[in-house]
């Protein structure tokens, strides 16, 4: 069985290049990173709410990736494995060095979005709407950053990478309930924190 879905996810290209990478393929680790250094950067991006550990935290990261490749035998898509890593790598840093919130200024928050639609890009000509842009920008950053670490990241999962409840379950070795839990309590909070009234 094991040999089975070992041959089904070699079809994924990360996990051929994986065995590349396994067999001293410094090209294949480099187009490894090449392909997934967004998703990492995006991640540890919005999990601390600052630009300035992104680049240190990727590339410990992708160490780790690299030091695993001789070992590493393909048991689902390499992105799984790969949000795993990511996860695991961030909570134990953050715990590590006892940092919990990491409120920035509105242009270290959210990167925005590479094809933004039209109607957005319009009104954010507008002053007082890039204004009201950046305060809500900075809101969310404080607001997310406030969450306990599991919550953030189900959340940061789920709303940016587009994960299912499933593949988060995967990443972060817990139940489809406890997913649930984490998103609702995640979603309970920012609410309560963003709504008007906390401005007052």
Not at 78 to 83: A, E, I, Q, R, V
Not at 94 to 114: A, G, L, V
Not at 125 to 154: F, H, I, S
């Amino acid at each position: 069985m094991i040999s089975d879905n070992k041959d089904r996810y070699l079809s994924d290209p990360d996990n051929e290049l994986m065995r590349r990478v396994g067999s001293g393929d410094k090209t294949a680790f480099k187009e490894l990173v090449q392909r997934n250094q967004r998703i990492v950067t995006g991640i540890i991006y919005r999990y601390t709410g600052n630009h300035h550990d992104v680049e240190d935290l990727a590339q410990d990261i992708f160490l780790k990736v690299y030091k695993a490749a001789p070992r590493y035998t393909p048991r689902a898509q390499f992105k799984t494995w790969l949000y795993k890593v990511v996860a695991h790598h961030c909570f134990n840093y953050f715990r590590s060095q006892k940092r919990r919130s990491f409120i920035t200024s509105y242009n270290q928050s959210f990167p925005e979005e590479d094809n933004p639609p039209a109607h957005y890009a319009e009104a954010q000509k507008q002053p007082e709407n890039v204004m009201q842009q950046q305060e809500l920008r900075t809101a969310l950053t404080a607001a997310l950053a406030e969450l306990p670490d599991r919550q953030r990241m189900a959340l940061i999962l789920h709303r940016f990478e587009d994960l299912s409840y499933k593949e988060i379950a995967n990443v972060l070795g817990c139940s489809l309930s406890a997913v649930e839990s984490l998103l609702f309590r995640a979603m309970s909070s920012l609410k309560e924190k963003l709504s008007p009234s906390k401005s007052v």
